[in-house]
């Protein structure tokens, strides 16, 4: 695990180096001497921990603690109030802007410590348990849960700058079948090796692969055409064929396939989606393309673009596009699921 990382915020140079000397070993340390700067280096770098004085020269502590606080992605870092303030309406006033501690000057310098060790230990707990609680346990890659929150962050995004967002839904193929033959446990086997394959085949830090629900994922990708969305399921496709995981009862192949929906949206510019566009219309599309490429056969991706503020029914726009070298490929159309 990383050290933690501190943040010391006072005006007053001298105590500054009194609380790093102190927490020497803790963690990385870092500080800053006013209420503008102070949020400008947690926004650079989210710490583990902010110890801040209350009286500030700009703006003061207590409202940095608010902005902090109304900030989703600052709002679990623990904020120690270190300040000459003494009343309990001082304390009050820091707890209720979203302080976890209070500390008055002049500081002792085990209770400094005692207590930042013990939001250390609370904030790397929390840390754990938002990490599993975003994670799916049979695969380690993202749960549903994550994945809707990272949907409505990107569709936000793709509004915002006006860039195309793209959705790939896979299913493996015959897999009830696959688990009848080989067991449970070797079908669980094979979904880690099926997100292992999609999770190779992604190249940008910000596409977001997730167990979307039993033997479903989804790959979210941000700033992505249709084109590029249809490499990485070619990608992906290819990985299984060359990993040729052996599926003895598949009708399509002889080993594990996936069949693959993917949804477009292309916002026509920067600016509030189209009125009746929402997130889900992207899912939703993506779940008919998908339904479409197991119409027609399987191991193959189908493409469905969103252009219209009116959801459309999926087949007529449906772009089939059949995974290359497949024995499905040959195939004209294939079985209903
Ligand atoms: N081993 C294992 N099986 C799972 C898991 N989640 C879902 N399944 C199984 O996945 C199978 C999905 O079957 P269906 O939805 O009928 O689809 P399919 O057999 O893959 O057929 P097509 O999708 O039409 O190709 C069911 O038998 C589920 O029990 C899991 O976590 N582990």
């Known amino acids: 695990m990383n050290a933690p990382e501190l943040l010391l915020v006072d005006d007053d140079p001298g105590m500054i180096q009194v609380m790093a000397g102190a927490l020497k070993g803790m963690g990385r340390i870092r500080f800053a001497m ?38 989703p992605a600052l709002a679990d870092v623990p904020v120690i109030f270190v300040t000459g303030y003494l009343e309990p309406a001082d304390e009050l006033r820091g707890l209720e802007a979203g302080a976890s501690d209070f500390i008055t000057k002049p500081i002792s310098e085990p209770l400094l410590v005692a207590r930042v060790r013990t939001q250390l230990r609370v904030k790397a707990l929390t840390d754990t348990l938002r990490a599993v609680a975003a994670t799916d346990g049979l695969t380690g890659q993202a749960n549903r849960r994550s994945f809707d929150e990272a949907l409505q962050r990107e569709w936000a995004r793709a509004n915002r700058t006006g860039q195309p967002l793209a959705l790939l839904m896979m299913d493996v193929d015959h897999f009830k079948a696959y688990n009848d033959h080989y067991g449970h446990p070797a079908g669980d086997d094979c979904l880690r090796r099926v997100a292992d394959a999609a999770s190779d085949s992604l190249r940008r830090p910000t596409d977001v692969l997730a167990r979307y629900g039993g033997e479903e994922f989804v790959v979210l990708l941000p700033n992505t055409d249709g084109s590029g969305a249809e490499d990485v399921a070619a990608r992906i496709q290819s990985r299984l064929r060359d990993a040729a995981l052996p599926h003895a009862t598949s009708q399509t192949a002889d080993h ?69 070298d497949s024995p499905a490929t040959r195939d004209a159309q294939g079985s209903a699921a």
């Open 34 to 71: 006013d209420g503008h700067q102070a949020l400008a280096k947690v926004h650079e770098h989210v710490p583990d921990l902010v110890l801040l004085d209350g009286d500030l020269p700009d703006i003061s502590g207590f409202e940095v603690c608010r902005r902090m606080k109304a900030d």
């Open 256 to 324: 594990v396939t996936v069949s693959v929906g993917i949804a477009v949206y292309p916002p026509r510019s920067a600016g509030p989606a189209a009125p009746g566009l929402a997130p889900e219309r992207l899912t939703q599309a993506a779940d008919e393309a998908l339904y479409a490429a197991k119409q027609a056969g399987r191991d193959r991706t189908w493409r469905q673009d969103i252009l219209d503020a009116q959801p459309s029914p999926a087949a007529p726009g449906g772009c089939p596009l059949p995974s290359t």
